[in-house]
């Protein structure tokens, strides 16, 4: 089975930018559907990226048109970009992994088997 660890978190001020690393190894990621979610203190996990298939990708709300779900297959490794970040971006950022799509949506953090340890990002304004 898979495993998963992030990386690239920091502290930056509103406005910066981060990139977030997702190694995948045990397993390739081309059999999995990919997702990025954060959680914030006090707050439920959320989706927040995710890339369903054929090469498309879905974003919530509130960082669409800010951030970007890529994948690097050589490196089997799985990035979010994200760009003018806000203070509300603050969170731990994790990355997670799906055998099936199954009826649950792409954002939905029931559909993934497998987690990462999560990656900090702090954003001050």
Same mark, same amino acid.
């Given at each position: $089975?898979?495993?998963?660890?992030? #990386? %690239?978190?920091? /502290?930056? @001020?509103?406005? %910066? #930018?981060? &990139?977030? /690393?997702?190694?995948?190894?045990?397993?390739? =990621? /081309?059999?999995?559907?990919?997702?990025?979610?954060?959680?914030?203190? %006090?707050? $439920?996990r959320e989706g927040?990226?995710?890339? =369903?298939?054929?090469?498309?990708?879905?974003?919530?709300?509130?960082?669409? %048109?800010?951030?970007? =779900?890529? @994948?690097?297959? !050589?490196?089997?490794?799985?990035? *979010?970009?994200?760009?003018s970040l806000k203070? $509300?971006? !603050?969170?731990?950022?994790?990355?997670?992994?799906? &055998?099936?799509?199954?009826? &649950?949506?792409? *954002?939905? !953090?029931? &559909?993934?088997?497998?987690?990462? @340890?999560?990656? @900090?990002? !702090?954003? #001050? /304004?």
């Amino acid at each position: $089975e898979v495993q998963l660890a992030e #990386s %690239g978190g920091g /502290s930056v @001020q509103a406005g %910066g #930018s981060l &990139r977030l /690393s997702c190694a995948a190894s045990g397993d390739t =990621i /081309s059999n999995y559907y990919m997702g990025w979610f954060r959680q914030a203190p %006090g707050k $439920e996990r959320e989706g927040v990226a995710a890339n =369903i298939g054929w090469g498309s990708t879905t974003y919530a709300d509130s960082v669409r %048109g800010r951030f970007t =779900i890529s @994948q690097d297959k !050589t490196k089997n490794t799985m990035y *979010l970009q994200m760009n003018s970040l806000k203070p $509300e971006d !603050t969170a731990m950022y994790y990355c997670a992994a799906a &055998r099936q799509s199954g009826w &649950r949506g792409p *954002l939905d !953090t029931r &559909r993934y088997n497998y987690w990462g @340890q999560g990656t @900090q990002v !702090t954003v #001050s /304004s």
